[in-house]
């Protein structure tokens, strides 16, 4: 079981930043990537980035250049840097986790936090 908890979300204006933190605890040994994700009103679930545990990462084409993902190994913690933020930002954040390998693999969720960007 790994759980994970999400923080840093919040009301900013269009251009403005927010860090958002994910910190997991439980079996995290085996947690493998970490990633965001998002989902804004009527709209599906996508992903905004991820980052392997040697610090690998992969971003969706909205946002590069824009946010970055960051981890710390020894703090259990991915972090989402996010500059010139605009109003189609505006949505539920997830962090999520891979736990395991093949079989046994699982994905952790956390229970998500709401940017709202501001025009």
């Known amino acids: 079981q790994v759980q994970l908890v999400e923080s840093g979300g919040g009301l900013v204006q269009t251009g403005g930043s927010l860090r958002l933190s994910c910190a997991a605890s439980?079996?995290?040994?085996?947690?493998?990537?970490m990633g965001w994700y998002r989902q804004a009103p009527g709209k599906q679930r996508e992903l905004v980035a991820d980052?392997?545990?040697?610090?690998?990462?992969n971003y969706a084409d909205s946002v590069k250049g824009r946010f970055t993902i960051s981890r710390d190994n020894a703090k259990n913690t991915v972090y989402l840097q996010m500059n010139s933020l605009k109003p189609e930002d505006t949505a539920v954040y997830y962090c999520?986790?891979?736990w395991g390998l093949g079989a046994m693999r699982h994905i952790y969720w956390g229970q998500g936090t709401q940017v709202t960007v501001s025009s």
């Open positions: 980052i392997t545990k040697v610090g690998s990462t």
């Open positions: 999520n986790a891979e």
């Open positions: 439980g079996s995290i040994f085996r947690v493998n990537a």
